[in-house]
């Protein structure tokens, strides 16, 4: 069965500083995977996607991620964290069904 | 183009009673997901209908449904509450295939808040 797997429930950084949100997946065949953000008491926010087209995939908000099938991971990162960067991301493997998988998620504090 | 709209936002029942949450999804997209969110499971898949017809299923009892209207607006009903439902429901949108399948992202709406005492 596939799985995702994001290293670190909380992830705290300087604002200035680098940010990296850990994710990994599992499966024979490299799925649709997706990085989310959610804000206090809001829905999911669709920061980017990998469909295979690219490996390094860019996103909103300055977001990019890579995908690297050697080490099954997808790894958010952003050069320079700002304080409105302080939410929960989610990462997203999508199944041939369709449904979506999400990790347990990763809370980014962002310190001044 | 109008988001995802979920109502209604905030929603509290007593343990035993019915909910009925709706979702209108972005216009033109067929596709309607709902997800399930609670601290201690995070987010977890319920059902995709796509042309009013529940398409995917999730691991989650019987008491938990939905159905599609031929405006691709949808409903989810959970009968017979129990407390551990308190959660955020989710209802995401997606352009999606008429054969299934993956590629195409999910638009997420704010979400309904359910808590049941």
């Known amino acids: 069965a596939q799985s995702v797997t994001q290293l670190g429930s909380h992830v705290s950084v300087s604002e200035g500083a680098l940010v990296l949100l850990r994710c990994n997946y599992s499966?024979?065949?490299?799925?649709?995977l997706f990085w989310y953000v959610q804000y206090p008491n809001q829905g999911l926010q669709l920061l980017l996607k990998?469909?295979?087209?690219?490996?390094l995939v860019k996103g909103i908000n300055g977001f990019e991620a890579e995908f690297k099938k050697s080490e099954t991971s997808f790894h958010l990162t952003k050069p320079s964290a700002h304080m409105s960067d302080a939410a929960e991301y989610f990462c997203a493997a999508q199944t041939y069904t369709g449904k979506l998988i999400f990790g347990q998620g990763t809370t980014l504090q962002v310190k001044p | 183009k109008a988001g995802v709209t979920q109502t209604p936002r905030y929603l509290i029942k007593t343990r035993g009673q019915q909910v009925t949450l709706s979702c209108s999804p972005i216009s033109g997209h067929r596709s309607v997901s709902w997800y399930q969110q609670t601290p201690g499971q995070g987010l977890q898949f319920l059902f995709e209908?796509?042309?009013?017809?529940?398409?995917n299923k999730g691991n989650f009892p019987g008491r938990f449904s939905g159905r599609q209207f031929s405006n691709s607006r949808s409903e989810m009903n959970v009968s017979t509450l129990e407390l551990g439902d308190s959660a955020l429901y989710l209802c995401?949108?997606?352009?999606?295939?008429?054969?299934?399948?993956?590629?195409?992202?999910?638009?997420f709406g704010p979400g309904t808040r359910l808590t049941v005492t």
């Open positions: 990998y469909t295979s087209a690219a490996t």
């Open positions: 995401a949108s997606s352009l999606a295939r008429e054969s299934g399948g993956p590629s195409y992202e999910q638009y």
């Open positions: 209908y796509f042309s009013e017809t529940q398409r």
């Open positions: 499966s024979s065949v490299p799925p649709y």
